[in-house]
């Protein structure tokens, strides 16, 4: 299976634990997307990454959430002291993106399911 | 205003119809569009691109881009039961960075 990868699926955790969640993005894709989803919304925008470096993080991101993608191939997501709020689907997105090309085709893994009781 | 929005739903179509889902964008500078399709507790799946003005067929699916009036829409023609599902529509890119999402329309096809 070449397409972008997820672990764990799902999750389940009590209130103020840390959860740490992978992301392997399509094999040789240069950016890396991660984003939430709750029930009837569309994804929200938490963070991106073009190899290694983290380009952008959403302003609605709290200091409890830290991602990296140490060597511009896998990615992890760390929600530390988790919240009930927290718990959505994880969605991460990887894409290609050749220098002067404007648009950016994203394709997204399973997701993680984060339940925090 | 969100940035992106996208027609209320749901929509209900009769199999073999046309299903109409349309999407409007604030930002003038917007470039490139994206259709995903998102079936019940699975992650996006992304079915058409759009980056220039006008249409966009791909089978059964046509996008269609207005810049001037800041709206993209999907056509799917001869819907199928297959084809329910909730549609998202994502833009603008700038600089080919995140993705804005519209919080989708989601689409039930009645054999």
């Known amino acids: 299976d070449t397409g972008v990868s997820q672990d764990p699926r799902h999750k389940i955790t009590k209130r103020g634990q840390n959860v740490t969640f992978r992301c392997d993005p399509i094999?040789?894709?240069?950016?890396l997307y991660w984003y939430r989803q709750t029930l009837g919304q569309g994804p929200e925008f938490l963070t991106y990454f073009q190899n290694e470096a983290q380009l952008e993080k959403s302003r609605l991101l709290s200091d409890r959430f830290s991602a990296e993608r140490p060597k511009g191939s896998f990615s992890t997501l760390e929600i530390q002291r988790t919240e009930q709020g927290d718990s959505a689907m994880y969605l991460c997105?990887?894409?290609?993106?050749?220098?002067?090309?404007?648009?950016?085709?994203?394709?997204f893994g399973p997701g993680t399911r984060l339940t925090v009781l | 205003q969100k940035e992106v929005e996208q027609n209320s739903g749901p929509l209900s179509v009769p199999e073999g119809a046309i299903a109409s889902l349309n999407c409007t964008y604030s930002?003038?500078?917007?470039?490139?569009f994206f259709w995903y399709r998102q079936y019940s507790g699975k992650s996006p799946e992304l079915i058409m691109s759009?980056?220039?003005?006008g249409d966009k067929e791909d089978g059964r699916f046509t996008a269609q881009l207005n810049k001037a009036s800041q709206y993209v829409s999907l056509l799917i023609r001869d819907s199928q039961p297959s084809d329910s599902a909730t549609y998202l529509c994502a833009g603008p890119s700038f600089n080919a960075g995140k993705s804005t999402f519209g919080d989708g329309t989601t689409l039930t096809v009645k054999p």
């Open positions: 759009i980056y220039s003005n």
């Open positions: 930002d003038r500078g917007s470039q490139s």
């Open positions: 997105a990887s894409s290609l993106l050749p220098a002067g090309v404007p648009y950016n085709e994203q394709f």
């Open positions: 094999s040789e894709h240069n950016r």
